[in-house]
């Protein structure tokens, strides 16, 4: 084989044929988006029960256990549920509304699920984070005296929700990489799908 074939010959060649904009989308490809978006609606209505379920138990923290150790359960509770229906909201309510099923227009949507999906995975973190966080002021209550804080919380928060917290942090890390790597490539396919601006 030569090896000084024109691959900016050929690239231009290319990029002159016309777009994929016009037609419609494969099946397999829009059944698959469907399905994406049907997974989505109910992961929502999920994080919404979540945040219902928390804010229920953080009321009953409140009232039944007045002291700093059920308020600040209580405020915990409340962020979390809080920040549920914020991800619910801003992360999958985009996806739940995407209508435009071109060619282009589904490349757009995997592309928008991609970016969306990294704000789902940070947020996640975030949350993950506060539960070690919240680990870490039991442990420092209890030196302090400031309440008196069961063994059973202790344990379970030590040795049970602060370990999976920091290896979801990990793996949604690694993930997130994925992601990244999965958007820059359906982004330069997109800049395909773009009308042309030059005379």
């Known amino acids: 084989m030569a090896d000084d074939f024109d691959f900016t ?23 698959q ?19 219902a379920v928390m804010f229920i138990a ?16 209580a405020l915990f509770l409340i ?17 739940l509304e995407y209508d435009n099923w071109s060619s282009g227009g589904l ?11 990294l704000r789902y995975y940070l947020y996640t973190q975030l949350s993950c984070a506060a539960l070690v966080v919240f680990a870490g002021l039991l442990w420092l209550i209890q030196w302090w005296n400031i309440a008196q804080v069961s063994a059973t919380l202790l344990v379970f928060y ?7 917290c920091l290896a979801a942090i990990y793996h949604l890390q690694q993930k997130k990489k994925q992601k990244a790597t999965e958007l820059q490539q359906l982004s330069s396919l997109a800049e395909d799908f773009q009308p042309d601006t030059e005379l």
């Open 33 to 51: 988006a469907k399905q994406r978006q049907a997974e989505q609606k109910w992961l929502m209505y999920g994080e919404w029960f979540g945040a």
């Open 79 to 95: 962020s979390g549920a809080l920040s549920s229906a914020y991800v619910a909201w801003t992360v999958h309510k985009p996806i």
């Open 58 to 73: 953080a009321f009953w923290l409140a009232f039944n256990i007045p002291d700093w150790l059920g308020y600040l359960s």
């Open 9 to 31: 010959a050929l690239a231009k060649s290319w990029q002159q044929q016309p777009t994929a904009t016009e037609l419609p989308p494969n099946s397999a490809d829009l059944t």
């Open 107 to 117: 490349v757009q949507f995997r592309a928008r699920a991609c970016t969306l999906t």
């Open 158 to 164: 030590s040795l049970i929700v602060a370990p999976l």
